[in-house]
């Protein structure tokens, strides 16, 4: 059974420190650690690096904005009556799908304007992208957040009446889809870090293509297990909406970038 032991780490005189600050602190180093060692091995004589790092102040601020932004957007029968809220983030509420949608904005604008590869720093971001995904899920463990429909199985969550949906308010104990989601990041950065670099690595834009497939895939499944969707678009919970789309872009890109290697490849031939 698993049950968190709240949502405040410690205090600092009249300051107080939550735990889902110090998982998304972490998540965001861990995560450009890796994208910086893999640029490093990767590109180690241009200044790839040093565009990672500029990279990262924008991407740090600009994703919490965006991540913060959605989830008030598909919440927002809730925010409009409760307006202060909005910018209380360390109560959760950041999004996945609007910190990656910033950040596909981010360095889009930023490739533009220093003239650089977009899909080539989508690519490197993508590695550390996925494994802070999985990382920042602890943080809806310690806010009990983000949990699934009720069960009795070995692995279950206990979520404390507060944060109990009224409907479920009798059970003790649910799904802890934030663990499944952490496995399956894992999973997912694992299948990036080796069968699809050790293959795809030549072919700019499908690291990110297989970033969206298997994501997406995951999060379709993991989502129709929770039981706090709010938002609901064409008979689906928006972010099962989101992943649909986004494992189409997957789908259509990988496609493109391959034709295109294809296409390079018969050209040189030729």
């Avoid at 602890?138 to 009224?166: D, M, Q, V």
Wanted: hydrophobic share 50%; aromatic share 18%.
């Amino acid at each position: 059974m698993l049950k968190s032991p709240g949502a405040v780490a410690f205090h600092i005189g009249s300051l107080t420190i939550y735990w889902y600050g110090i998982i998304i602190a972490l998540a965001f180093l861990v995560g450009l650690f890796i994208t910086l060692a893999i640029a490093k091995k990767d590109y180690p004589e241009d200044k790839t690096r040093e565009h990672i790092i500029d990279l990262s102040t924008l991407l740090l601020i600009g994703g919490i904005i965006f991540a913060r932004l959605y989830y008030v957007i598909f919440n927002w029968k809730y925010y409009s009556h409760h307006l202060l809220e909005s910018f209380m983030t360390w109560r959760g509420g950041l999004s996945i799908h609007g910190v990656i949608i910033g950040s596909i904005l981010i360095i889009y604008f930023y490739a533009k304007h220093h003239k650089i590869s977009l899909l080539k720093y989508t690519d490197l971001f993508a590695y550390g992208m996925i494994f802070a995904q999985a990382i920042g899920r602890w943080g809806n463990f310690f806010n009990s957040e983000a949990f699934g429909s009720p069960t009795n199985l070995p692995w279950k969550l206990y979520i404390p009446p507060a944060n109990r949906p009224l409907e479920y308010i009798n059970f003790e104990y649910f799904h802890p889809t934030f663990l499944y989601e952490f496995l399956w990041n894992l999973v997912v950065f694992i299948i990036l870090i080796t069968v699809v670099r050790k293959n795809f690595k030549n072919n700019t834009g499908s690291i990110t293509c297989f970033y969206f497939i298997l994501y997406s895939l995951g999060r379709f499944i993991i989502e129709g297990i929770r039981i706090d969707n709010i938002y609901v678009i064409f008979g689906l919970p928006i972010a099962q909406f989101i992943s649909i789309i986004m494992f189409s872009a997957g789908i259509i890109g990988l496609y493109l970038v391959l034709k295109q290697k294809q296409n390079h490849d018969t050209d040189l031939k030729n």
